[in-house]
């Protein structure tokens, strides 16, 4: 049985950093990309990152590049989200989901087979 479980969540202040981390059992990791969703009160939920199986494409939606670094390390089955300079408007639930395929193309939820039950990141102004 697969498991997704996220970690590292909590409340931390504007400008200030978080690590999340995201460990599946269960499967092969290393047969697939693996991606970072969050989303926020009365908001659909989005795709913010996404690393492929080897780390050598990675892949960030706009509003957050520069400020978010996604890696894995795949003998230890867990990806990791680095969360710097946060920001108020990163509030939200955010998400571990294992891509159906090794690689980032497509970025819509059914792109994804596995998802976590979230970790919350509130930033406090």
């Known amino acids: 049985q697969v498991q997704v479980v996220e970690s590292g969540g909590g409340l931390v202040q504007a400008g200030g950093s978080l690590r999340l981390s995201c460990t599946a059992s269960?499967?092969?990791?290393?047969?697939?990309?693996m991606g970072w969703f969050r989303q926020a009160p009365g908001k659909e939920r989005e795709e913010t990152s996404c690393?492929?199986?080897?780390?050598?494409?990675?892949y960030y939606v706009d509003p957050v590049k520069g400020r978010l670094t996604i890696s894995r390390d795949n003998a230890k089955s867990t990806l990791y989200l680095q969360i710097d300079s946060l920001k108020p408007e990163d509030t939200a639930m955010y998400y571990c989901?294992?891509?159906?395929?090794?690689?980032?193309?497509?970025?819509?939820?059914?792109?994804?087979?596995?998802w976590g039950l979230g970790t919350q990141v509130t930033v406090s102004s």
């Open positions: 989901a294992v891509k159906k395929t090794r690689y980032c193309s497509g970025s819509s939820l059914d792109e994804y087979k596995y």
């Open positions: 269960g499967l092969t990791f290393d047969d697939y990309a």
């Open positions: 690393i492929n199986w080897r780390s050598d494409i990675t």
